[in-house]
């Protein structure tokens, strides 16, 4: 008999451009996963309500986010695409495994502690249970991974945790979801003033956006901090430089990169000349994906019919789960 494919899931939080972080730590892995699983992809309207909840910009950015997906290679007849709000089943797992979701462990998770200390007078109840509707999207389709980059590490850990509780409380439903990568690691991409991570709303001018034209990303590529190069042969890298090489590694040419690996090491390296290179092969990397972007997000009824038909593949996933979690939990009076 043919084994049943695996299932994946994943999700981006309506609240800002894409960006290469977005790119190279899940939507990449996306358009691989199509291939070989079954897979649900969704834009998280209703997390991005957590921190965002002034919604005049949402339906254009959940435009945006879908042509971007779609853009760098989904394809919405293979996958479900779809909006979290439209699959109303998320709902209702999210209510029931919130009764399994502890205050000390959710007010402990790095996500909350951040948003909080980032947003005090909003410390809202959507913010602390924000993992605990992740999970409900993950094992609403009963999936078993879920391509996301390293930030995304502890809420997976914690959809585990929630997902053992139910299955051990009322029966084995779930798999336990494992976060994916191809490759062995999960990965964060850097930003270019070597501070943090690239970010949809924080450190805009250190972040490469799908939508960024040719001209912006030379500019942020130019400004990217470097020093006046090492005076030691093979001395080790300064944050800031191992990040220079690190995008490099996921736009460049193998040669490109051997050779200015080759020039730091004999302490010849020339950073302008590495960011120019590094500058060009972004933008012929990012401007085919921004263009197609910008059609496709221009037809709106395209992008309802999507939404439409992925919500309808997931609704049906969805309800299938839930008529088994119902009945698992004894609602069946
Ligand atoms: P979000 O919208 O912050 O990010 C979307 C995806 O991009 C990845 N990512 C990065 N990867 C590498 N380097 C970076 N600098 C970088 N910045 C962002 C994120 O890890 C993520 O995979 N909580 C999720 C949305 C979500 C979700 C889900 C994900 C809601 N429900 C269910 C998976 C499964 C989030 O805020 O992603």
């Keep these: 008999m043919a084994s049943r494919k695996q299932i994946v899931m994943s999700g981006i939080r309506p609240t800002g451009f894409l960006h290469l972080g977005n790119y190279f730590g899940a939507v990449r892995n996306y358009v691989r ?33 879908l042509s971007e997906n779609i853009a760098c290679g989904l394809d919405p007849d293979r996958v479900a695409l779809y909006c979290q709000s439209h699959v109303h089943e998320t709902a ?44 409900a999207d993950i094992i609403l389709h009963r999936a078993s991974l879920v391509p996301v980059g390293k930030d995304q590490e502890q809420h997976l850990e ?23 990568n191809y490759g062995s690691e999960l990965i964060k991409v ?27 990303i ?16 093979n001395s ?33 390296i020339r950073y302008g000349d590495m960011k120019k290179e590094l500058a060009e092969d972004m933008v012929k990397f990012i401007t085919p994906i921004r263009q197609k972007a910008e059609s496709i997000r221009n037809d709106e009824n395209y992008l309802k019919e999507i939404m439409e038909k992925g919500a309808e593949k997931a609704r049906k996933s969805a309800r299938t789960t839930m008529e088994q979690v119902r009945s698992a939990m004894g609602f069946n009076y």
């Design 33 to 65: 996963m199509q291939e070989d699983y079954e897979c649900f992809f969704m834009v998280a309207d209703l997390h991005s309500l957590t921190t965002h909840p002034d919604t005049a910009e949402l339906k254009n950015n959940v435009h945006r986010v």
């Design 92 to 135: 209702e797992l999210y209510l029931l495994l919130n009764m399994l979701a502890y205050l000390g462990e959710l007010e402990k998770t790095t996500t909350f502690k951040e948003k909080a200390r980032l947003q005090p007078d909003n410390v809202n109840a959507g913010l602390l249970t924000y993992p605990v509707l992740q999970t």
């Design 158 to 180: 914690m959809a585990r945790k929630f997902a053992q509780r139910f299955n051990h409380r009322y029966g084995k439903i779930f798999p336990e979801p494992q976060a994916f």
């Design 190 to 216: 850097p930003s270019l003033d070597g501070a943090g991570k690239m970010s949809k709303s924080e450190n805009q001018f250190a972040t490469l956006y799908l939508s960024d034209d040719d001209e912006l």
């Design 218 to 233: 030379r500019k942020k590529v130019m400004r990217a901090k470097t020093d006046q190069g090492p005076t030691e042969k």
């Design 236 to 268: 080790p890298k300064p944050d800031y430089i191992e990040n220079i090489f690190l995008l490099m590694k996921l736009v460049s040419s193998e040669e490109t990169i051997h050779a200015f690996e080759e020039a730091y090491n004999t302490c010849t």
